[in-house]
């Protein structure tokens, strides 16, 4: 099956600084969908990416999907406490329904 | 999006023993997933709940194990049968909404098995 190589694992940032993070795969994606999860919650949704070279913003978070479509990014920018939590980059499994998922960027950042 | 409540938030079981958790929509949705987060690991789909018929399975999953139920469009249950510690993890209920890609999810049951 498909897999996304999400990297890297964990970051730990001062805050203020700002983050990127990537995800990778060897096949092909139509949809990249980037997800914060924070302790003892379910993920949210962030950035949904549907054309490959698409750049996308919600706030300080900018997604790209990028042009080969077999990667994207995530960068946040001037992190605040508050962004702390897991992210996560999915995409559409193909030829099934459902999601699949990489393994996580764990954001810490350090007063 | 979708309001997606799941219940119970957590529970705490003995070994052998089974819980229902439910997931409840606050508009009809297309599809509805379950899927399972091992400690400290990503998201793993276990099956789609099918809106009266049987689920679909995800390979290493099995209906004796995890049996679903979808009765209608907004509500959903997962079991967790014959449970061992090994099926410690947080079990997510998710929704996509009409033609969309995007899934949104329940906050999740955080399962203990003792």
């Known amino acids: 099956g498909q897999q996304l190589n999400q990297s890297p694992q964990s970051m730990f940032i001062q805050e203020g600084e700002d983050v990127s993070m990537n995800c990778t795969s060897s096949s092909i994606f139509n949809t990249w969908l980037w997800y914060k999860q924070e302790p003892g919650e379910g993920p949210v949704l962030l950035i949904a990416?549907?054309?490959?070279?698409e750049l996308t913003s919600n706030g300080r978070l900018t997604a790209q999907f990028g042009i080969t479509r077999k990667d994207s990014f995530l960068n946040i920018s001037a992190s605040i406490p508050s962004d702390v939590g897991i992210y996560f980059c999915a995409g559409p499994r193909g030829g099934a329904d459902g999601l699949t998922f990489g393994k996580g960027t764990h954001l810490i950042i350090q007063p | 999006s979708a309001v997606i409540s799941q219940k119970p938030s957590r529970d705490i079981c003995q070994r052998g023993t089974s819980l229902t958790i439910q997931c409840q929509v606050d508009s009809q949705v297309t599809m509805m997933f379950w899927y399972r987060q091992q400690p400290g690991q990503s998201l793993t789909l276990i099956a789609t709940a099918n809106q009266g018929s049987e689920a679909t399975y995800e390979s290493g999953f099995v209906i004796d194990k995890f049996p679903i139920s979808r009765p209608n469009l907004t509500f959903s249950t997962l079991t967790v049968s014959n449970m061992s510690p090994e099926d410690s993890s947080i079990y997510l209920c998710?929704?996509?909404?009409?033609?969309?890609?995007?899934?949104?999810f329940g906050q999740g049951t955080r399962l203990t098995v003792v």
């Open positions: 990416l549907y054309k490959a070279g």
């Open positions: 998710s929704v996509v909404t009409g033609g969309h890609t995007e899934a949104f």
